[in-house]
């Protein structure tokens, strides 16, 4: 992996390129205090068009420390495009169940859409009780973008 770079308080402040992910990784631990959740992420290009964005390839999740990530849905983009209400919502409580107007903000929301947005972020585990949260690996990554 190459070209890695990190971010924290929320995308406000983005930091350097480095060639792997322990290099990025240690320079976080030293540039962001850890109180902070910091996403690490990596230029990729869109196989669907060709057009360059951004792939998250590992979180620090405050209290809990680094995941990797496997970012095959543009969760960046995904991420930006909620309604910022919601985005909130789920940066206070990454782990709650989705109020019906999350719900669809959630599985709605660009770069996927309707078409197969549900199957990429919810988790329907609890689906029969009318319950929805996000899947883990999101879990982890909105706690990681929280300002």
């Known amino acids: 992996m190459t070209d890695i770079r990190f971010m924290h308080h929320g995308g406000a402040q983005e930091h350097g390129v480095y060639r792997t992910l322990d290099s990025a990784v240690e320079a976080a631990q030293r540039a962001v205090e850890?109180?902070?959740?910091?996403?690490?992420?990596s230029p990729a290009m869109r196989p669907s068009d060709g057009q360059q964005t951004r792939s998250v390839v590992a979180l620090r999740v405050p209290s809990e420390g680094i995941y990797t990530f496997k970012d095959t849905h543009e969760v960046l983009t995904w991420w930006r495009n909620l309604p910022s209400g919601v985005r909130e919502a789920l940066e206070a409580?990454?782990?709650?169940?989705?109020?019906?107007d999350e719900l669809v903000a959630v599985t709605n929301t660009r770069p996927y859409g309707p078409r197969a947005a549900s199957v990429a972020w919810v988790d329907t585990g609890d689906a029969e009780e009318g319950r929805y949260r996000l899947l883990t690996d999101l879990q982890h990554f909105a706690a990681a973008m929280a300002p």
Request: hydrophobic letters at 70%; aromatic letters at 12%.
């Open 34 to 41: 850890a109180t902070r959740g910091v996403v690490f992420w």
């Open 93 to 100: 409580a990454p782990a709650k169940v989705l109020a019906a």
